[in-house]
Structure formats: C-alpha cells, structure tokens
C-alpha cells in the first residue's frame, strides 16, 4: 500500500512513523517544502501542556471537554515515545517534563478565574501536581512588580525540542527505505469517483497513490479549494505565531515556565531547547493569509514579557532566531480530524497549538483508519465535514470576547485613567459586538472570540 502525506510538519512525519512501524508492506510520500515555511511545528515551543491550557470556558460544553479528554490522553504517549525515537535515530532530543504555572498580576483578575479553572481541572482529574512559592522556582526572576502570587508545579507536563525529533523522525524515516519526501507544494487533490486519483504538485508534477492523508496545516482550504473533493468544511485559517529562541547561557530554566491562557492566545512562556537556550513564546493572530515575517510588536512584547515576566536576566541574552508559525485554525475553533466521505481520504488539520502535543495520538488513530482497524479513539465530534459548530450563546461569546480583549490590552501595557474607563469600554466593546452579531445575523449563537475579526472583516459569512 503506498500512502500519500500532504504536509512535512509533525502530524504527517508521526503519522509516516507510526504506518511504517506496524506495517512492514507500507510506502509513504511525504509532500511539502523542505524548508518547512510556516510550518506551526517549527514555530512551537513545543510544551506537552493540557491542564496548562484549561480556561474558565474548558469544560462548558461537549465539544470542549472531548478536546480536552482527547489532549490529556496524549501525556501518556510522549515519555516512552521520545526514548524510542531517540533510540531509533541516534540524534539526541532535548527534552524534559515538570511545567511551573505562574500566576501573577501582570493583566486583569481574568487571569486569577483562569488559574483557578487549571486547579480546579487539575483536582478533578486527579493530576499530580504541587503547589510551591513562586520563589522556590529555579531560575525564576521577574521583575518586582511582575512577581508571581501563586505557582503550581504539574510533573507530567513538560516540552521537546521540536527541530530536534523532526529531524530524528526523519532520520529514521528516510533510513527505513520506505519514506519518499517530496519538495515541494501540493497544488490540489484531483477526485475521480469515490476517491481520490492523484496529488497535483505547484509544479505540474502527479503523484498517485491508495490512501490520502490531507495535513497540510494552515494551508488546507487553499488546497481544498483547488481540488474537486466536493466536501463541506469548516475553513481553517492562518493563526500567525511568532517564538524568538535566545542563547541563556547561565539564565537557562531547569523546567518550563509560563502563565495560564491570556488574551486569546497562551500568554508567555519560557521553554528551555537545550542546556543554554530558551525558546519564549508565544503571539496569536488569526489572519486569512500568511505572513511569512514576524511583526516587530510581537517580538517586542515577547521580549518585554520574558524579561519581566520569567527573568530579568533575560536582558543580556542573544537573539538566535525569530520563528513564525502558521497554526492552522478552523472558523468554529474545532480540529478537523478522520475520515471523509472519498474512501481513500483522511483530514488531519485545525489543531491550533495542540497538534504538537497531540500527534501520537492523532497519528495513532490516522493510521487505524489506514489499515482497517477500529480506531481507540472517538473524534466523530471533530469529523472534517461538517457545517460549523455552535460553541456559544450570543451572550456567552460577547462577555468572552469583552473580558478578553481587555485582558490583552492589560497584557500590552494598558493602564486606565483614575475614573470610569474600563467601564466605558466595556460598554463600547459590547455595543460593537452586538451589532457585529446583528450583522452576520448571530441571533441565536456566538462567534467565538478569536474569530471576531475574520467576521467583522468578512472573511466569514
């Protein structure tokens, strides 16, 4: 059986992995640039987090407590998983588990409701976890005034070195003989039947094959709208992060450290990569096309952030490298995952910033698919073909959408006047939110607030 991939990121070399370990009569070809522009996978930090990732709106509603009990399953897979891989490809991984969440009064009390929604979660699934002083954190050094209130430490969360297990997953894969990769852009998936004929490249180039596997990441509903698949999908869009690795020498962390979810994106984080580097992390923009360069206030918040917020001693480091990552984000804030209604066409896309961390898993049940066994796993909710999913209420995502647009201004450096400010704004905000909802005839449901722009700007009817 020979297996096409579309997409050279993490999903599509663990899926490659997984298929060529349990199946010995199996060829793939992986498609996708070598230099790996954009892929989300380059740009994380990458954190195994998933009590880390809990806010108060987690557990509210099926669809988001099946995303969270799908994430947390994925802890399991990483510790054995790395030793493996290491093994297997002989290149060393940077790796570690231990996640110290801090939570200080760098924004609004919405951080306060979210660390207690994270302790919470952590109680009710029985996570091992520890509180301790924010002061007893190795290596932590913030400003005065940033300074943490409380801390807990989670065991069992932790981060890789995402360069490092992409190369050793390749290492292995082209030493199995059994792995083509492919350079280069898949153009469109051409349809004849029930299943898909061929994968037509940028370049003309036609690769043909038994089973598809559609995992480009950001760049899905571009290719989807070149192909004749002829399927309802959520669209994804572009969710542009910026990371910036520093050289930390002495100032590296023994540990991960970062505050809870913020501002529509993951707040700040320091991961260490190796023993003298830390990667800090991470913007959010949702945007309906790339941008292949960071933005200077990204990299300069990122900065200011890390310097105040983890370790002043930040302030002497070298800048290595900026990365920009584009997390694929579908228009209902779902992952798209699993088979379609083409027999021979599988969907692995919308993960956000999970897809890291969630890849053993997702390629696990990608890979059942492939050879007919019954996946272990239930994502009948995240199926690709779907008419978007109602998350909220109108009142539920308008209150959301307030709280956190002011949360990430607090993030940014707002301080309001000595009189009633926020209050105006927070009538100015909801006033222009319930018109926006008016407008897209939002009467009865919410838009989700990340996706707030892409509608105000038309980019989704």
């Not at 009390?109 to 302790?119: G, I, K, N, R």
């Not at 969710?239 to 501002?263: F, K, Q, Y």
């Not at 991961?271 to 800090?280: E, K, M, Y």
């Not at 407008?439 to 009865?444: P, S």
Request: charge should be neutral; charged fraction near 25%; hydrophobic fraction near 40%.
């Amino acid at each position: 059986m020979k297996v096409i991939i579309v997409g050279n990121g993490i999903l599509g070399l663990m899926t490659a992995y997984r298929l060529i370990s349990r199946d010995p009569a199996v060829s793939a070809w992986i498609i996708g640039p070598q230099d790996r522009k954009g892929c989300a996978s380059l740009a994380a930090a990458a954190m195994f987090n998933s009590f880390c990732e809990v806010d108060p709106g987690t557990l509210s509603n099926e669809y988001e407590t099946a995303r969270f009990v799908f994430n947390m399953a994925s802890n399991r897979h990483w510790p054995p998983l790395l030793e493996r891989i290491e093994k297997e490809s002989g290149v060393r991984v940077p790796a570690g588990f231990g996640t110290f969440l801090i939570n200080n009064h760098a924004t609004d009390s919405l951080e306060d409701e979210t660390f207690d929604a994270v302790l919470d979660a952590l109680r009710r699934f029985e996570e091992p976890h520890e509180m301790v002083r924010p002061a007893d954190i190795p290596r932590y050094r913030p400003a005065t005034k940033a300074r943490a209130a409380r801390a807990v430490f989670l065991p069992r969360e932790g981060w890789v070195n995402p360069r490092a297990l992409l190369e050793a997953l390749s290492a292995i894969l082209v030493r199995s003989g059994r792995v083509e990769f492919v350079d280069g852009y898949c153009r469109s998936l051409q349809r004849r039947g029930d299943g898909v004929e061929y994968v037509q490249l940028e370049n003309g180039e036609r690769v043909t094959g038994e089973w598809f596997l559609l995992a480009p990441g950001a760049t899905f509903s571009r290719i989807v709208e070149r192909s004749n698949l002829e399927l309802e999908m959520p669209r994804i869009f572009y969710g542009i992060g910026c990371s910036v690795l520093l050289a930390t020498a002495e100032a590296t962390l023994t540990h991960c450290v970062r505050t809870p979810n913020r501002g529509l994106a993951c707040g700040v984080y320091a991961a260490p990569q190796t023993d003298s580097q830390t990667l800090i992390g991470a913007s959010n923009l949702i945007a309906p096309e790339p941008e292949e360069h960071a933005r200077v206030t990204s990299v300069h918040a990122l900065l200011q952030s890390a310097m105040e917020q983890i370790s002043a001693d930040y302030y002497r480091s070298q800048i290595l490298k900026v990365n920009v990552g584009w997390r694929p984000t579908s228009e209902d804030t779902l992952p798209l995952l699993g088979a379609t209604s083409i027999q021979n066409l599988l969907v692995a896309t919308g993960t956000k910033r999970d897809g890291f961390h969630c890849s053993p898993v997702i390629s696990e049940l990608l890979v059942d698919l492939m050879l007919g066994s019954g996946p272990k796993t239930d994502v009948r909710l995240f199926r690709p073909e779907r008419k978007p999913v109602r998350l909220y209420s109108r009142e539920q995502a308008i209150a959301a959408t307030v709280r956190h647009t002011l949360n990430a201004a607090y993030q940014h450096g707002f301080t309001p006047s000595k009189d009633r400010m926020v209050e105006d704004l927070q009538r100015h905000y909801r006033l222009e939110l319930e018109r926006l909802h008016d407008d897209v005839g939002a009467l009865d449901w919410g838009i989700p607030p990340e996706m707030v722009n892409m509608y105000k700007y038309g980019h989704v009817r």
